[in-house]
């Protein structure tokens, strides 16, 4: 098919579906991976280092 011809496949009108979404679990979600991430970094980088010789 050619593409005018999906075009007019298409129905004339689309429903619009009003749908509450919870954001607030990602965004604490994501601020604990954050917070774990800064956590386990700044222990990384804060170990204490035994000198080679």
Same mark, same amino acid.
């Given at each position: 098919?050619? !593409?005018?011809?999906?075009?007019?496949?298409?129905?004339?009108?689309?429903?619009?579906?009003?749908?509450?979404?919870?954001?607030?679990?990602?965004?604490?979600?994501?601020?604990?991976?954050?917070?774990?991430?800064?956590?386990?970094?700044?222990? /990384? /980088?804060?170990? !204490?280092?035994?000198?080679?010789?």
């Amino acid at each position: 098919m050619l !593409p005018a011809a999906y075009l007019d496949a298409l129905p004339g009108s689309f429903p619009v579906i009003h749908r509450r979404l919870d954001t607030a679990a990602a965004f604490a979600a994501d601020g604990a991976i954050l917070i774990t991430a800064a956590l386990s970094l700044s222990l /990384w /980088w804060n170990r !204490p280092r035994i000198p080679t010789r």
